[in-house]
């Protein structure tokens, strides 16, 4: 279902703020369109764990912990998944992992730290 590029990962100070981002470069739009996207993350000795997703009519769901932090949204037009994360904690971090139908990106890597 084509490759799953993955950005905006980084370090952060407790109360910060990132945007995740993640393209399906190799998707034609008619196939992105009804796809659900998701983020995963997984922390150093824990499951990978679903942090947010959002259906092809736009529902989305959060796990507790993040809910009223993280935001996520889709474009189809230009084929993205995006994770707005404000009010980042120490908790947050993980390696984050975007999904998109039964494709999966590379991950990229969120620190949360003083």
């Known amino acids: 279902q084509g490759q799953l590029v993955e950005s905006g990962g980084g370090l952060v100070q407790p109360g910060g703020s990132l945007r995740l981002s993640c393209k399906a470069s190799?998707?034609?739009?008619?196939?992105?369109?009804?796809?659900?996207g998701a983020w995963y993350r997984q922390a150093p000795g824990r499951q990978r764990e679903l942090v947010a997703s959002?259906?092809?009519?736009?529902?989305?769901f959060y796990e507790d912990s993040v809910k009223g932090r993280f935001t996520i949204s889709r474009d189809n037009s230009r084929k993205t998944v995006n994770l707005q994360m404000n009010s980042l904690k120490p908790e947050d971090t993980a390696v984050y992992y975007c999904?998109?139908?039964?494709?999966w990106g590379q991950g990229t890597q969120v620190t949360v730290s003083s």
């Open positions: 190799r998707m034609i739009t008619s196939t992105f369109a009804p796809l659900t």
């Open positions: 999904s998109l139908g039964n494709a």
């Open positions: 959002i259906s092809s009519s736009f529902s989305t």
